[in-house]
């Protein structure tokens, strides 16, 4: 049975670890496509489009909202983000894992469009002072936007349920190899396509 790709979803306030958890695992995993989000916020230092982001203007943002050009957008902190399609599906159809990193109204928009290959994952420190120090200890950001993030954190934290799994990073190691797991598990999943094709090709003699 020919197998499509699968889709692996990581959630998590930023500066929970998500980028340091994949540099860990990806070479482990297999052929992956790691969607890359097209966004209208400014462009930061040591930043390349096409590489961290696509970067657009908002007008160019609303016409592709306009012609359905995302699987799913969000306004964030007074930015637009969102998930191109083509690539998306050209990645599935070479059988690879397509990675996401999104929030959590991301996830309910791609479970909704993709549920039934689709894994997820969401990821945080072991608490909320932990995740204060860690954005603290980037220095990246404003305190305005450090306050937003940490708002925003305790909001989605409330969602967790929704996710399959739950990791804890408060150990690199430790989490990467729990991380590496469900990976290699979310490529076995079966969508509900190639089950149907299955199931009519199992029955093979005729009663």
């Known amino acids: 049975m020919s197998k499509s790709g699968a889709v692996l979803v990581l959630s998590g306030p930023s500066g929970a670890g998500k980028s340091s958890l994949l540099n860990e695992i990806i070479d482990d995993i297999g052929a992956c496509y790691f969607s890359i989000s097209t966004t209208t916020r400014p462009i930061r230092k040591g930043e390349k ?17 306009e012609d ?9 902190h007074g930015n637009y983000y969102g998930t191109s399609i083509k690539p998306v599906r050209e990645a599935l159809n070479e059988g690879k894992l397509v990675l996401f990193d ?10 909704n469009r993709l549920g039934d290959i689709t894994t997820s994952v969401f990821i945080t420190p072991p608490t909320l002072s932990e ?14 936007v450090m306050d937003a993030r940490l708002k925003m954190a305790k909001r989605e934290i409330q969602r967790v349920s929704e996710y399959d799994y739950l990791i804890i990073n408060d150990d ?32 093979d003699i005729e009663q």
């Open 49 to 65: 489009d096409g590489v961290h982001y696509h970067f657009a203007d908002e007008e160019e943002f609303k016409q592709d909202i």
């Open 68 to 76: 359905n050009n995302f699987l799913e957008y969000a306004l964030v």
């Open 102 to 111: 999104i929030d959590v109204q991301g996830n309910t928009a791609v479970n």
């Open 131 to 144: 995740l204060k120090k860690r954005l603290e200890g980037r220095s990246t950001d404003s305190q305005e």
């Open 172 to 203: 690199l190691q430790r989490a990467a190899a729990i991380l590496r797991q469900i990976a290699i598990t979310a490529r076995m999943k079966t969508s509900s396509n190639e089950v149907n094709d299955f199931v009519q090709k199992w029955e």
